[in-house]
């Protein structure tokens, strides 16, 4: 996705900074969750801390570029930490796809405010940036590793989703490649995001509009 914009430089760069700062902000936001609920298992190990050495996983950066998705490093908690357990666990884990959420809505923002400006280049930029972001938030939330929602489901999960999430990690990486696509494929990725999309988009055209 974000190679598509080869031909145009600044919609690149900016899209591809902005992605990257959201991988790193995803661990962050898990990480200090983690922390909120007693687990400093995540702060001990750097996880805090804007590192992209700490975070960045670097096969999730390339896909990031080649396929429009990428993944981190998995944040490092112990449940035993927790006092509730799997419901508090699947809610650090819960928290990077809002993470991912709470950019989009900044880089539209940003956007708005560079298409009033006249930049449109600029908007540009930021509008591919929330829209990977989106794609991120949407995505995330699938129970298959290595992404967010395997590792909730995994922590909440009955005995059958736990089974369930086990059978589909024993396929790696090639088993995340053709879920993302058959889900990309058949439209279900395009509908949850473009529900997304249009919510965040809505609710900032309507401040902006308030305030003039």
């Known amino acids: 996705m974000v190679l598509n914009y080869f031909n145009n430089p600044t919609v690149l760069i900016i899209a591809s900074i902005v992605m990257v700062m959201a991988l790193i902000f995803h661990n962050i936001a898990q990480a200090w969750m983690a922390s909120r609920y007693g687990d400093h298992t995540p702060k ?25 998705f990428g993944w981190t490093k998995a944040v490092p908690v112990n449940s035993r930490n927790y006092s509730g357990r799997g419901r508090i666990e699947a809610l650090v884990w819960y928290t990077g796809p809002l993470a991912y959420l709470l950019v989009a809505a900044v880089s539209y923002t940003i956007a708005f405010v560079f298409l009033r400006a006249a930049s449109a280049q600029l908007a540009q930029a930021f509008v591919v940036a929330g829209d990977v972001a989106v794609l991120h938030a949407v995505i995330n939330v699938f129970p298959v590793f290595p992404l967010d929602g395997a590792r909730a489901a995994l922590a909440w999960g009955d005995r059958s989703v736990r089974q369930f999430v086990q059978q589909l ?9 053709v879920i993302f696509m058959l889900l990309s494929a058949t439209g279900v990725t395009g509908a949850i995001m473009g529900f997304f999309r249009g919510a965040i988009l809505g609710g900032l055209s309507a401040i902006f509009n308030l305030f003039g």
């Open 169 to 177: 990690a024993q396929f790696g990486i090639i088993g995340f490649i």
């Open 44 to 68: 001990y190990q750097g996880f805090t801390q804007f590192d992209p050495q700490t975070h960045l996983e670097p096969m999730g950066v390339l896909f990031l570029f080649l396929l429009g």
